[in-house]
């Protein structure tokens, strides 16, 4: 989607849509002081139009640039929030998109001069301007959505392009994401991750991806992730992305899980439960989105994503709950539940991490469990994390992002949960706090190394579409983790 600006309204083109935002009040108040057409002043005289949040009114116009004009609630002016401009501006941008305006003319609101709310406006365009259509034959029908390629913004300056080229790479990364966690999984395989992983070299020289094979996997003993792959009868893949543009030593890991498919092994998931599961790599799409964008927009912050990739699948050569397998690190674990496989490749991702690429800190995120999504609801991803500054960074990018954080304990208590009788640790423990002792099997692997564990098995995947989020991968991730290594 183009977004281009023009500083005099009466200069405007022609567009499918004239969107003016208005303030919530009595007689809905205009946020902009450009003058009003005669058209639009009916709803707002009549009270049928008040700018509530999301609130739309579509009036017809008549010998204008365009030949409607779409009244916009912001809500009270008093209670704006970046928030709350993001999901205001998607959902002018899904009317817009049922009405098949391939472009569109937006009034820009004065208060949102403000560095934070133009971006969140440009984020809500943006972000919501998505639709996957690669597996509907018939998307060329009528009922399917029409996207948008331009938007002109009256208002605002040329100053302001380069934030707005901003906005696009970082909503083109978040669409990548999505894109990666909607396709089939039978498409979207390890090798394939460990492809798309090879075309970031092409954006920029700084990017360098090496891809373990099975073979290399099996020398370097990565006993957990060779577990949990052993009944696919595709290869696993371990990749990892550096990107290091500076000279310091400052290096930040991110880990994501990559499983392409959850069956969850011979602990088989029931049908309703495994048909999201091709959303299981969406961990891996983050970490990829992540690099992407940073590539693209030359961040000076060096970087290494790590993807332990591969099908948690069922047949005669599954890994056996009951058995107890090696890990990189050496520690043996006991699996009692083959449908707790996140953890296991988690594992060996992050003990490789620790012993070859000195991080400074490490941030994995992962569709680990079922339960935090119990525990917080599906806006809100659990944080876990052993250290307090880390964590205060990370929950502040949630803010400033939207892409919502819980911290939940990391309760030493808990450990002995996971300690098992005849190995190291056990994969499973009780139901109750199932999040909890997840993160804590994954603590095991860290060491001292500044660690953060996102568990996204809450917000990876929507069923419906909310806010610039559409249904299915939301994308989740990339934004939040882009904001904290800017930040940094
Ligand atoms: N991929 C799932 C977690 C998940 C569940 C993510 C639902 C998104 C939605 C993970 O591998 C898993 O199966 N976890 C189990 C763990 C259990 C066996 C201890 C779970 O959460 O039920
Ligand atoms: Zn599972």
């Known amino acids: 989607m183009k977004v281009t600006t023009k500083k005099d309204f009466s200069k405007r083109g022609a567009a499918g849509c004239l969107v003016i935002p208005f303030f919530e009040a009595k007689k809905a108040k205009a946020a902009s002081n450009i003058d009003l057409f005669e058209e639009i002043k009916a709803p707002i005289e009549a009270l049928d139009f008040t700018g509530k949040k999301e609130e739309i009114a579509l009036v017809y116009l008549k010998g204008k640039q365009e030949p409607r004009a779409l009244l916009l609630g912001l809500g009270k002016e008093e209670e704006i929030t970046e928030e709350s401009i993001r999901n205001s501006f998607a959902a002018a941008v899904k009317k817009c998109q049922q009405l098949r305006a391939s472009k569109i003319n937006l009034v820009f609101p004065k208060k949102c001069r403000t560095e934070h709310l ?32 331009e938007v002109e913004i009256v208002g605002v300056d040329e100053k302001d392009k380069e934030e707005i080229e901003k906005v696009k790479i970082i909503s083109t990364g978040v669409h990548l994401v999505r894109d ?9 395989t390890p090798q394939k991750l460990a492809e ?28 957990l992730l060779l577990a949990v792959n052993r009944a696919s009868f595709r290869d696993p893949a371990f990749i990892i992305v550096e990107y290091l543009p500076s000279k310091s030593d400052d290096r930040t890991v991110l880990i994501g899980k990559g499983i392409t498919f959850d069956s969850g092994g011979l602990s088989l998931k029931p049908t309703e439960s495994m048909i999201k599961m091709k959303t299981d790599m969406s961990g891996a799409a983050a970490v990829l989105g992540v690099i992407y964008v940073a590539a693209k927009l030359n961040l000076n912050k060096n970087i290494i994503a790590v993807v332990p990739a591969t099908e948690n699948s069922i047949g005669s050569k599954s890994y056996k709950p ?108 009780q139901r109750e706090g199932s999040c909890i002792t997840a993160a804590l099997f994954l603590e095991d692997f ?9 568990d996204i098995g809450s917000t990876a995947c929507y069923n419906k579409t ?9 994308g989740y991730g990339l934004r939040l983790i882009y904001d904290f290594l800017e930040n940094l």
């Open 118 to 149: 133009f971006r969140s406006v440009l984020e809500g365009l943006n972000l919501s301007n998505y639709f996957f259509h690669k597996l509907k034959k018939d998307s060329l029908h009528a009922e399917t959505v029409l996207l948008l390629d």
């Open 180 to 188: 990666l966690v909607n396709n089939n999984a039978d498409e979207i």
């Open 196 to 223: 798309v992983a090879k075309e970031f070299e092409k954006i920029s020289p700084k990017v360098k991806v090496t891809v373990f094979d099975k073979k290399r996997i099996e020398e370097e003993k990565m006993g």
């Open 446 to 454: 860290v060491g001292k190394i500044p660690w953060a564990h996102i």
């Open 322 to 429: 009951g058995d107890v397998y090696s890990s990189y690190s050496g520690k043996t674990v006991e699996v009692l539940n083959t449908d707790a496989e996140g953890r296991l490749i988690l594992a060996d991702a992050i003990s490789y991490a620790v012993k070859n690429l000195k991080p400074k800190r490490m941030i994995d995120i992962a569709s680990l469990t079922g339960a935090v999504a119990i525990a917080l609801g599906e806006e809100i991803a659990g944080l876990f994390c052993n250290d307090k500054e880390m964590a205060k960074k990370l929950l502040a990018s949630g803010l400033n992002t939207g892409e919502l954080l819980w911290e939940l304990p990391l309760h030493p208590e808990y450990k002995k949960l996971i300690k098992s009788d005849i190995a190291d640790l056990k994969n499973v423990a």
């Open 466 to 474: 909310k806010g610039y989020y559409t249904s299915a991968g939301t």
